[in-house]
């Protein structure tokens, strides 16, 4: 069975700090991996996808890759309110079609003003 | 990214009946994808829906409870059969994004069954 895990948290962080998700996954050859974000009621939206090993930064996120130790990170600097909501790492997996992503459960953010 | 919708938002239904949940997208798309997210729980794919051809479910998901149609390339519907408590959940339609294994997601529609 191939897994994504993430700690469900919450995590609690102060307004400006940098707020770091956590994800490991199951299948070493796993090719392409994602974070997608959503709020409480609302659907997921993507928000970093990384393909190889290594950083990816995008304004104030910044995802982290490595292979090696099946993990995955999402950084988020100078933190603010708005980024509060449930944060879903998904990978795609190897010998997969492109619609079969393996989700996360999901760490619920929490930005404290 | 295209804008997907879906209908209804929300419902509350009975044991035992079934609903049809619509999904339009803006532009033609080949794929369009039914999730389900319980609550708690991530992201699973109910099946793949192409246009022209049956649609393809995943391991645990059978047509008869998840009847799905795609009648073009732009819209699909998912029906919610002979439905239980167990069926409650967020139902959530989704298409490619431009790269390899994006997916964009429409609004949900979040299923209450009594």
């Known amino acids: 069975q191939k897994e994504v895990e993430q700690n469900s948290g919450p995590l609690s962080v102060p307004e400006g700090a940098i707020a770091s998700l956590n994800c490991t996954y199951s299948d070493r050859g796993s090719q392409s991996f994602f974070w997608y974000r959503q709020y409480s009621g609302k659907s997921p939206e993507l928000i970093m996808s990384i393909y190889s090993n290594g950083d990816k930064e995008d304004g104030r996120f910044t995802a982290q890759l490595n292979k090696a130790s099946q993990y995955v990170s999402l950084l988020i600097r100078d933190s603010q309110p708005s980024d509060s909501a449930t944060y879903l790492c998904?990978?795609?997996?190897?010998?997969?079609?492109?619609?079969?992503?393996?989700f996360g459960k999901g760490t619920k953010l929490s930005v404290i003003p | 990214s295209a804008v997907i919708s879906q209908k209804p938002s929300r419902d509350i239904c009975q044991r035992g009946t079934s609903l049809t949940i619509q999904c339009q997208v803006d532009s033609q798309v080949t794929m369009m994808f039914w999730y389900r997210q319980q609550p708690g729980q991530s992201l699973t794919l109910i099946a793949t829906?192409?246009?022209?051809?049956?649609?393809?479910?995943e391991s645990g998901f059978v047509i008869d409870k998840f009847p799905i149609s795609r009648p073009n390339l732009t819209f699909s519907t998912l029906t919610v059969s002979n439905m239980s408590p167990e069926d409650s959940s967020i139902y959530l339609c989704s298409v490619d994004g431009p790269n390899t294994g994006e997916l964009f997601f429409g609004e949900g529609s979040r299923l209450t069954v009594l």
């Open positions: 998904a990978v795609r997996e190897s010998g997969a079609g492109s619609y079969q992503l393996t």
């Open positions: 829906a192409n246009q022209g051809s049956e649609a393809t479910y």
